[in-house]
């Protein structure tokens, strides 16, 4: 069973990046799918969630605009769309995986917003 991030990394203010987190060992159609981040000695926040089939997504306020959630049931993958992003978008950013009572995390990927 994994999650692994990829895509982070650095990044001008204003610029873009796409993460994506593949998935394997279990139905990834049938989890919910969500994005946080964490920064040092921060909890870890909700960026954005998508629903099993995608037809619905939510995000942290400062993230409405300018992430976008998506995902790929066939090559059970998520992605998180950052444009326009900002110093504070700094952080450690992780994928997670929601079927009722069970969870699964991937290990995480920075992403450094700094000019």
């Known amino acids: 069973v994994q999650l692994v991030e990829s895509g982070g990394g650095l990044v001008q203010p204003g610029g873009s990046l796409r993460l994506s987190c593949a998935a394997s060992?279990?139905?990834?159609?049938?989890?919910?799918m969500s994005w946080y981040r964490q920064v040092p000695g921060k909890e870890r926040e909700l960026v954005a969630a998508?629903?099993?089939?995608?037809?619905?997504?939510i995000y942290l306020d400062s993230a409405k605009g300018r992430f976008t959630i998506s995902r790929d049931n066939a090559k059970n993958i998520v992605y998180l769309q950052m444009n326009s992003l900002k110093p504070e978008d700094t952080a450690v950013y992780y994928c997670?995986?929601?079927?009722?009572?069970?969870?699964?995390w991937g290990q995480g990927t920075q992403v450094t917003v700094s000019s």
């Open positions: 997670k995986g929601t079927y009722g009572f069970n969870s699964k």
């Open positions: 060992g279990f139905t990834f159609s049938r989890y919910d």
């Open positions: 998508i629903t099993t089939a995608g037809r619905t997504a």
